[in-house]
């Protein structure tokens, strides 16, 4: 994600940046008539109990996620109406298997009615806890048993005053999942920890185009409307799902190596943003140049019509809002810039996801370093002289919201306050120190092993520390331990002249 500044001091200068296998057969015991579903998405669960949120710890969002089972594949199938303010119908299956004995599974689910729930082909007891909803099976599952979950439910795209989840655009819809809304559109383990395969099936009235990630599979017309199918060919975390519906363009290309490329705009604006689209490829090049082959099966642009105040790397396709491009007030090296961060996630944070949401610094501070690095070379905009910037305002950064390692948690309610500077320009500032300590060939190197060795995986802070040590042959521990955790920003290696302003006293976050 980019947070896109909105104050412009002048045209070219603009504000800092702020900075699918088989399930298991059911068993052979059938009820002998079908549970009954409210209208109201509860349903009564075993009695023994009450039903309660789980959650896997993760600091930020103690209750996200949800143990006991692992998520091999989610196929979601959308109804849409024509109405950006109705819900849409919606079937989402989920395959996977049970890493503990289970009598009630929990998935993440909070904005939507539910209308039945079946666990391997029999229908299953189901309520609302907190933003849960906790499934009874018939029978208990043991221990390694291969599940299949099928749950009807509406998918709202009126979401009050919560952040994420369907984004509502001049004609139809888009997603911003992140970083904890997807269990706002559809049930899920929603953590990046348990990525999975997506199918994404949406029905759609005439005149209408729905494109998500991964590559189209099939496209069926019946009277009035078309459902279109489109399945990943790798992993993807829940809050990555991307889905667009509107008079849309979709606008097909050839990247490097014969890499499909297609971006989804207004059909009204397909000539006027065509010279944008037209940079992927190029920008695809210069990302590979550094750090290895894209890691997936397409790439493109989504230029949506909607105010949202930020950019989002959704896995193959990501999310932009259509103005960025037609302000005349942003300078082309900056949009470019901009291409690049997002182009750079599909790399860090998309195809080695982070396996908690304190490791965000790797993904932010990684996109924001390339975004960075094609400025100084396209624009002149150099390096050292944004980083000796970062540096001075890294101690305001740090109060304001923690050192980047361990981020503060957002305020109940704004769930994307973790993407704070800290974990742009602060994350990429530790980059540089990085790059300084280790020398420039260690640092490129680890680049390139990174996401080669975490491909299609999720990795943590430690396991960054760890290929760097054994690539620079050295003990980083203190190094580390300093740049990410600590409350001052220590002395920048080879620059001991830099200094970092000490925040003011009471001064707001």
Request: proline share 8%; charged share 20%; aromatic share 10%.
């Amino acid at each position: 994600m980019l947070l896109t500044p909105r104050a412009l001091a002048r045209a070219g200068s603009l504000a800092p940046l702020p900075a699918s296998p088989r399930p298991r057969a059911a068993s052979s015991r059938r009820l002998k008539s079908a549970l009954l579903a409210s209208a109201v998405s509860v349903c009564l669960v075993a009695a023994s109990a009450p039903a309660t949120p789980l959650g896997v710890g993760d600091r930020l969002f103690p209750h996200l996620g949800n143990p006991g089972y692992d998520v091999a594949s989610y196929d979601l199938a959308f109804t849409y109406s024509g109405s950006n303010s109705e819900p849409l119908q919606t079937v989402t299956t989920i395959d996977g298997w049970t890493t503990e004995a289970l009598d009630r599974i929990n998935l993440d689910f909070a904005h939507g009615e539910v209308s039945s729930v079946e666990v391997d082909g029999e229908p299953a007891g189901f309520t609302s806890a907190g933003e849960d909803l906790v499934i009874t099976p018939k029978d208990a599952l043991p221990r390694g048993d291969w599940m299949r979950i099928i749950v009807r439910h509406t998918s709202d795209p009126v979401s009050g005053d919560r952040d994420g989840g369907w984004l509502r655009t001049s004609d139809g819809l888009a997603m911003a999942n992140q970083a904890d809304a997807a269990h706002l559109v559809f049930p899920s383990n929603d953590h990046p920890s348990d990525k999975a395969m997506f199918t994404i099936r949406v029905t759609a009235p005439d005149g209408y185009t729905a494109v998500a990630n991964g590559l189209p599979t099939g496209v069926r017309r019946a009277a009035g409307a078309t459902t279109w199918t489109y399945r990943t060919l790798h992993p993807m975390a829940t809050e990555l799902a991307q889905v667009s519906i509107g008079r849309s363009a979709v606008v097909h290309r050839e990247g490097p190596r014969g890499l499909p490329l297609r971006d989804v705009v207004p059909a009204k604006d397909r000539d006027l943003l065509e010279p944008w689209l037209a940079k992927t490829p190029e920008q695809i090049t210069w990302m590979e140049s550094r750090v290895g082959p894209y890691p997936f099966e397409t790439y493109g642009l989504l230029m949506a019509e909607a105010t949202t105040g930020f950019e989002l790397e959704t896995q193959t396709l990501s999310l932009f809002e259509r103005d960025l491009f037609t302000e005349p007030a942003y300078p082309k090296w900056y949009i470019e810039s901009i291409m690049v961060h997002e182009l750079a996630h599909q790399w860090f944070g998309n195809s080695v996801s982070p396996r908690t949401w304190s490791d965000l610094w790797l993904n932010e501070g990684h996109a924001t370093w390339y975004e960075a690095l094609y400025a100084e070379e396209k624009a002149g905009r150099t390096l050292e002289a944004r980083m000796k910037a970062a540096y001075g305002a890294s101690d305001r950064w740090r109060t304001a919201g923690g050192p980047p390692g361990a981020p503060k948690p957002p305020e109940p309610g704004k769930k994307i306050g973790i993407f704070r500077a800290n974990v742009y320009d602060g994350a990429a500032l530790v980059l540089y120190a990085l790059r300084e300590e280790i020398g420039k060939q260690a640092f490129e190197q680890v680049e390139r092993v990174w996401v080669q060795e975490h491909r299609d995986a999720v990795a943590s802070t430690a396991d960054f520390r760890s290929l760097t040590e054994r690539i620079s042959g050295r003990d980083l521990d203190a190094f580390f331990q300093d740049w990410l955790y600590a409350e001052k920003t220590p002395p920048m290696p080879g620059h001991p002249e830099w200094k970092s302003a000490t925040p003011a006293a009471g001064a707001p976050e």
